[in-house]
Every structure is written in structure tokens, then in C-alpha cells.
T-cell receptor
């Protein structure tokens, strides 16, 4: 089956700085890559996703890049704010099925 | 719109007992997922339904876990018998189709003693 690795496991940044979280996947057939944000004690919520026919996608302060050759994708958060503090999970999927999640990155934005 | 509903929210049982969880997805959502999230880890997909058919159950421990989705709406997940390592939050999610955003329920926190 698919194996998704996520790094780093914890990340602290100063407010206003950028944060980058990286994930690698093993199955070249995976073609859908969502990112979820989970605040403490709350349910995961989708923040951005990308499909394999696109190399980059941006939504305001959040962007995701995908390198199919290297089988890795990254989440970029610019101008971080305290409310960005949460656990972020990447996932890989084949045609929207068989979702495999990473182990999560705990992001802390220091005011 | 109403979100994904799950019950119970918390459950404490002893090992070897049985337990069942219930999920009511967002109205009209064809795809339903059950995840197991162990503390400090990412969600692990247990089973995915498309309407009332199973799309993927490759990570479901079928010797003790079972799930059904009758009439393509509500779903139940059962564990029989439970083990200590089953202690986790069980999340249900639904989406209009498999390529769409998944909307998660509040989860059921299971503690097996």
C-alpha cells in the first residue's frame, strides 16, 4: 500500500514568517493530495488540495506544490498568524479513494 | 447545512467487550469514510463506502471490525471483541463524491481498559 511520510513533526515560527511542511509518497499511482488542518480537540478540515495534473495551487496565504517525479508535495503558509497554530496533515489518494494520511505536523506561531 | 453527526461522543469499555458507533452523513453525500485516529497520529482509513457499496476496506481489521451502510445513508462501525490497542478517536467523514472535500464529524473517543 501507499506510504506517506511527513516532516517536520513540529514547527515553530515567528508571526509573519513563512512555514513549509513537506510530504513524500511511495505509490506513483497516487493522484490526489489534500491537506487538512486540525485544531486541538476539533475535527480535521480541508485547507487546500491538488491533483497530479497541476504543479502548484494557491489560495491566499496558502499554497501547495507537487513534484510527481520526486513524489513529494509541500504546504507553504506565508505571513503566518497565531490562528494558523494547529496540526496539519497531508494525504495521498488514488482517484479519490484509498486515502493515506501523514503523521502530522504541529505548527506553533509565536506572536 | 447540518454537519456530519456521530454518536456516542465518548465510550469506555473493557477489553473483549463489543462496541458500535453510528454516523449520519451530510444529506446527499454519496461517499462515507470511517477513520481511526490514534493519539499523535494521522487518521487511518478503515473503510470507504460509495452509496451502500464498499470501495475500500483494505486497512480494516476484518477479524474484529465490521461496518455497514444501509440504504446508502447512515453507517455503523462495530468492534467485536475490542482490544487495548483499539483505543482511539473514530472519525466519520462524508463527501459528495470521492474527489471532493471530506467533511468530518466530531468523532467518538473510545477508551478500552
Amino acid at each position: 500500500g501507499e506510504n506517506v511520510e511527513q516532516h517536520p513533526s513540529t514547527l515553530s515560527v515567528q508571526e509573519g514568517d513563512s512555514a513549509v511542511i513537506k510530504c513524500t509518497y511511495s505509490d506513483s499511482a497516487s493522484n490526489y493530495f489534500p491537506w487538512y488542518k486540525q485544531e486541538l480537540g476539533k475535527r480535521p478540515q480541508l485547507i487546500i488540495d491538488i491533483r497530479s495534473n497541476v504543479g502548484e495551487k494557491k489560495d491566499q496565504r496558502i499554497a501547495v506544490t507537487l513534484n510527481k517525479t520526486a513524489k513529494h508535495f509541500s504546504l507553504h503558509i506565508t505571513e503566518t498568524q497565531p490562528e494558523d497554530s494547529a496540526v496539519y496533515f497531508c494525504a495521498a489518494s488514488w482517484t479519490g479513494n484509498q486515502f493515506y494520511f501523514g503523521t502530522g505536523t504541529s505548527l506553533t506561531v509565536i506572536p | 447545512e447540518a454537519g456530519v453527526a456521530q454518536s456516542p461522543r465518548y465510550k469506555i469499555i473493557e477489553k473483549r467487550q463489543s462496541v458500535a458507533f453510528w454516523c449520519n452523513p451530510i444529506s446527499g453525500h454519496a461517499t462515507l469514510y470511517w477513520y481511526q485516529q490514534i493519539l499523535g497520529q494521522g487518521p487511518k482509513l478503515l473503510i470507504q463506502f460509495q452509496n451502500n457499496g464498499v470501495v475500500d476496506d483494505s486497512q480494516l481489521p476484518k477479524d474484529r471490525f465490521s461496518a455497514e451502510r444501509l440504504k446508502g445513508v447512515d453507517s455503523t462501525l462495530k468492534i467485536q471483541p475490542a482490544k487495548l490497542e483499539d483505543s482511539a478517536v473514530y472519525l466519520c467523514a462524508s463527501s459528495p463524491s470521492s474527489y471532493n472535500e471530506q467533511f468530518f464529524g466530531p468523532g467518538t473517543r473510545l477508551t478500552v481498559l
